[in-house]
T-cell receptor
Framework: NAGVTQTPKFQVLKTGQSMTLQCAQD?????MSWYRQDPGMGLRLIHY???????DQGEVPNGYNVSRSTTEDFPLRLLSAAPSQTSVYFC????????????FGQGTRLTVV | LAKTTQPISMDSYEGQEVNITCSHN???????ITWYQQFPSQGPRFIIQ???TKVTNEVASLFIPADRKSSTLSLPRVSLSDTAVYYC?????????????FGKGTTLSVSS
């Protein structure tokens, strides 16, 4: 059981480049979310989705786009990378039922130079 | 969303019981209290969740007083492997598991 899979694990980008962080889950979960974590900080919510075709903004959405065309996948796009987006990115999924827990991926460490 | 306040750090020794208290004065009727654990270079992992009174599982206990304005995560007989950051989250039942708002958490250091 793979759970939540994030790719790549590490990435270095130049300022201005674009890229997509991939997130896939095999638990048939309705809810998926993206977070970023900066050194010494807790996780901050970027975008989330409560089902295919439905997305919404979190605490820090600027500079990021998402889409949810399937239940399994929730990619995060950086349109024009900036050094301020250097961070560790976590994807999570949850079933959406009451009293549910979120399952997190192992993270993508992104460095923008 | 209810704001939470918890100690920045705590120290303990192996074999001791550790209690981490979280304050959430503005908790709403629909809110659940959830605790996550995060090890370095890993994503957070669910520990326990509760609405009122006491909840216990194989890992921890969660104590919630009647007014629900605070909660205490209790870790019995900690070991070195319990060294981690612990997050207290308070959220709406309708958004359970998504749109989680994390604070800075409590860094627990366990020594031998």
């Amino acid at each position: 059981n793979a759970g939540v899979t994030q790719t790549p694990k590490f990435q270095v980008l130049k300022t201005g480049q674009s890229m997509t962080l991939q997130c896939a889950q095999d638990m048939n979960h309705e809810y998926m979310s993206w977070y970023r974590q900066d050194p010494g900080m807790g996780l901050r919510l970027i975008h989330y989705s409560v089902g295919a075709g439905i997305t919404d903004q979190g605490e820090v959405p600027n500079g990021y786009n998402v889409s949810r065309s399937t239940t399994e996948d929730f990619p995060l796009r950086l349109l024009s990378a900036a050094p301020s987006q250097t961070s560790v990115y976590f994807c999570a999924s949850a079933s959406g039922r009451i009293n549910t827990e979120a399952f997190f991926g192992q993270g993508t460490r992104l460095t923008v130079v | 969303l209810a704001k939470t306040t918890q100690p920045i750090s705590m120290d303990s020794y192996e074999g001791q019981e550790v209690n981490i208290t979280c304050s959430h004065n503005n908790i709403a009727t629909n809110d659940y209290i959830t605790w996550y654990q995060q090890f370095p270079s890993q994503g957070p992992r669910f520990i326990i969740q509760g609405y009122k009174t006491k909840v216990t599982n194989e890992v921890a206990s969660l104590f919630i007083p009647a007014d629900r304005k605070s909660s205490t995560l209790s870790l019995p007989r900690v070991s070195l492997s319990d060294t981690a950051v612990y997050y207290c989250l308070v959220g709406d039942m309708d958004q359970a598991g998504t749109a989680l708002i994390f604070g800075k958490g409590t860094t627990l250091s366990v020594s031998s």
